[in-house]
Every structure is written in structure tokens, then in C-alpha cells.
């Protein structure tokens, strides 16, 4: 077998066939020649030697490169073709909502609260629940704001969906392994003693069991509600792609300012109380939600949503534009 | 109302890029292993080609795959070679690095 054939193989699958071509076939075809000359005269231990070297350097243009080579590509790409007004709008966004965030959950703390002002370190700890909701509502506000107006092009597409994903993985940890140990140290200094863990304070695995034993001992009420929460929590870490996408099709709208301003703003009420509101709503039929079906679906169903409506907004205005072309 | 501003790009050249323009007009076409054993370790293998890449896509250089061996197998190597922009925007740099930076020229 020739060296380094399964390497490339596998590269194959990752790279671009662009990459392929400036950086993964170069480098393989390097190590291969060398290899086979070092071979040629017999050197089996520079040859050793040659092929490590061949490999390391392989592995570091994947691990190092590559990300430098998609940041170079996408992000500068756009802060190129778009003046810099993309960060200019993704900021100021973000700074914009986790305050915003943080106030909304801060206050109704303050006002439960029997001891005084929180301090700047229980603010601290309300910050990592407010990150969940930020983030996807400060990235749809950054796109929507940012890209107003412009064409969508793929690097665009590649870039707002790259950003998403990233949001959504920020969100996954936050909600996974900081949320619940910041909650709870939030409680145990505010009561000033130690409490136990509420739902709120579970992990995910722990909240999800806790529902099941609940629901097996008959209590379908509490355990769907639990049991919704732990479909919430998920969904709401993956509404960070969702609403990046959503920006997107808001985008292709080319809709006017203040159009945008509402569009923007409704979503982000709407999205922001769905949760409350059901919970509201479904008071009465919460052992409705025991169902772990039900739960995911209503838990899902405003994502669901706004992924259709954005599919629906982008290809409307891939149909528009091909119109204008015939 | 903004106004809209265009201007033309001014290109530009790491010390990395000028390096490998310097090698490469000097020495002729030339395959990534090559430059990295000419740099006397000023290049490394597992950034050379991400170099090279770039300076492709900027203009600088352009590259062509050699005959596929017949003895060894496997693939065809890269050989890379400087364009006339490349060589006008060494020219440009070394020049303006001349004049700015008196140090650079003893």
C-alpha cells in the first residue's frame, strides 16, 4: 500500500477539495517521495524518521491550520466584504442582551430577596442562566442587524451556521455542567445555609431520573413538569442555531428598518415567554407532559418552527431571484 | 447618508510570504519540501503549504503538479514558481523596507 493513502483517504471526507489540493495532497506527496528515496538506499532508520516527520507535520496542518485556514476564509472573508459592520452589530448585541438577560433574571431575585442587594458575586452566579437565553437572541439580533439588507451569499450561510454552532455548544456546557452548580451556590448564599438541590439545581442526567421515579410513583403532574424542563433545557441550547438561521431567512426577507426592528423584536418575545406561557397554559394537564414524547415535542416545538419558517423564508427568496433572472 | 468608499486593496506580505518569494526567485520552481530545507528552518513542514496556499490565492505565486513517478507510485508534488505580481511585490517591499528601516539595508 502506498504511504500515506490512508490518511488522505480519510482527509478526503474532511477537507475541501480546495484544501485537498493546497495543503493535503502536497504534503502527502512530499512524504511519499521522501520516503521512498530515503528507502531506496537502504536507511530504514531515516526512512522511520522521514515517515514521523511526514506524519507530524500532516496532523499539524489539520489540528493548527485548518481552523486558521476557515477563520482566514469565512470570518475575515466577511469582515472584509461586509466593512467590519457584521462585528460592529454582533457586539454590541451581545453586550446588549446579556445585560438585558441578567437584568430580567436579577431583578425578580432582588425582590425575593430578604437580605439586602445581591452583591456583585451573586450577580456573577446569575450570569451563567442568563448565557442560554443571550446568546441566541444576541446572535439573531447581531445577524439580522448586521447582515440587513444583504445578499446571502454561501459564505454567509457557512459563516452565520459555523456561529450557531458554536452558540449552541457554548449553550450546551453552560446548561450541562454551570448552570445547576452556579444555581445552587446562588440559593446556599442567599438562604445562608446549605439547602438541598432543586430541579433547577440537577444536572440533566439527575433532573430526567428524578421525573422518572416521580412518574413511576404515580405523581404525572410533577413529573411532567420536570420532565418538560429537561426537554427545555436541550431546546433551548439548540435555539442558538436555530435563531441564527432564523436570521438568515429574516435576512433574505430584505425587509426595511423597521420591519426589522418588529420582525426582531417579536421573536424574541414570542421565544421568550413560549416557555412561561405553556407552562401557564398547561397548568391544569401538566401530567400531560409525563409522556416523554409530549414533553419533547412542546419542548421542541417553537425550534421546529422557526427552522420551517426560515427553510421557508430563504428558498422563497431563492425562487424570487431565479424569477428575476428568467 | 454613508458615503461609499472604494479603495483598492494594498497588497501585503508577511515576513513568512517574502521569504518564500526570496527562495523562489532566486532559486526557480521549486516543491514545498525544498523551500522548507533551503529556509535553513526559517520554514516548517507542517506550515509551508498553508503559506503557499495563501500567497496562491493572493496572487504571488502559481504552482503545477509535476509528472506523476513512475517508479515510486503515489502522488504527483506540487512545484510552485513566483508570478510577476509576486516579484513586483518583493521588489516593492524589499525597497520601501530599505528606505524606512535603515538597519535593514547594512
Redesign the interface.
Known amino acids: 500500500m ?4 490512508r490518511l ?1 483517504q480519510w482527509a478526503k471526507r474532511v477537507c475541501s477539495t480546495r484544501t485537498m489540493e ?2 493535503i ?6 512524504l ?3 520516503y ?2 530515503t528507502k531506496a538506499t537502504r536507511q530504514m532508520m531515516r526512512a522511520a524518521i522521514v515517515l514521523l ?2 506524519y ?2 500532516f496532523w ?2 489539520l489540528a ?2 485548518l481552523p ?2 476557515w477563520w ?1 476564509r469565512t470570518i475575515r472573508g466577511l469582515r472584509t466584504s461586509y466593512e467590519e459592520s457584521f462585528d460592529g452589530a454582533v457586539m454590541p448585541a451581545v453586550i446588549a442582551m446579556v445585560i438585558l438577560t441578567v437584568a430580567l433574571i436579577a431583578v425578580p431575585a432582588q425582590r425575593s430577596n430578604q437580605h439586602g442587594f445581591l452583591g456583585i458575586w451573586l450577580l456573577v452566579l446569575l450570569l451563567p442562566q442568563s448565557i442560554p437565553f443571550s446568546i441566541p437572541l444576541s446572535l439573531f439580533t447581531g445577524i439580522v442587524c448586521g447582515l440587513r439588507r444583504r445578499p446571502v451569499t454561501k459564505t454567509v450561510r457557512r459563516t452565520v451556521v459555523s456561529l450557531g454552532l458554536a452558540g449552541a455548544l457554548v449553550s450546551v456546557s453552560t446548561i450541562v455542567w454551570v448552570v445547576p452548580v452556579a444555581n445552587q451556590a446562588f440559593r446556599t448564599a442567599i438562604a445562608r445555609r446549605v439547602i438541598l438541590e432543586g430541579p433547577a439545581e440537577m444536572s440533566s442526567r439527575e433532573l430526567r431520573n428524578y421525573a422518572l421515579a416521580l412518574r413511576d410513583q404515580g405523581q404525572l403532574a410533577k413529573a411532567g413538569d420536570l420532565l418538560f424542563s429537561f426537554h427545555g433545557r436541550w431546546a433551548l441550547a439548540g435555539a442558538a442555531l436555530v435563531f441564527s438561521v432564523f436570521g438568515l431567512g429574516v435576512t433574505a426577507l430584505r425587509l426595511g428598518r423597521i420591519a426589522t426592528v418588529l420582525v426582531v423584536a417579536t421573536a424574541c418575545v414570542v421565544y421568550g415567554s413560549y416557555f412561561e406561557e405553556l407552562h401557564e397554559l398547561t397548568r391544569a394537564r401538566l401530567s400531560l407532559f409525563s409522556h416523554e414524547g409530549v414533553a419533547l415535542m412542546f419542548a421542541w416545538f417553537p425550534n421546529v418552527l422557526m427552522l420551517l419558517t426560515s427553510l421557508a423564508f430563504l428558498t422563497k427568496r431563492d425562487d424570487q431571484r431565479s424569477t428575476a433572472i428568467i | 447618508m454613508r458615503e461609499m468608499v472604494t479603495t483598492a486593496r494594498i497588497p501585503t506580505l508577511s515576513p513568512k510570504e517574502g521569504l518564500v518569494l526570496e527562495l523562489l526567485v532566486q532559486q526557480g520552481e521549486m ?3 525544498q523551500l522548507v530545507s533551503l529556509s535553513k528552518r526559517r520554514l ?4 509551508v ?2 503559506t ?3 500567497m ?1 490565492e493572493k496572487g504571488y505565486i502559481r504552482s503545477r503538479l509535476e509528472a506523476p ?1 513512475a ?8 512545484l510552485y514558481e513566483p508570478t510577476a505580481l509576486g516579484r513586483r511585490v518583493l521588489s516593492a517591499w524589499t525597497r520601501v523596507a530599505r528606505e524606512l528601516l535603515p538597519e535593514f539595508a547594512r
Open positions: 502506498t504511504t500515506g493513502r488522505r493546497q495543503l495532497d502536497p504534503i502527502i506527496a512530499d511519499q517521495h521522501e521512498a528515496q516527520r511526514g507530524c507535520a499539524i496542518v493548527v491550520h486558521a485556514t482566514h | 516543491y514545498g519540501l516548517k513542514r507542517g506550515t503549504y498553508v503557499l496556499g495563501r496562491e513517478p517508479k515510486i507510485g503515489g502522488l504527483p508534488r506540487r
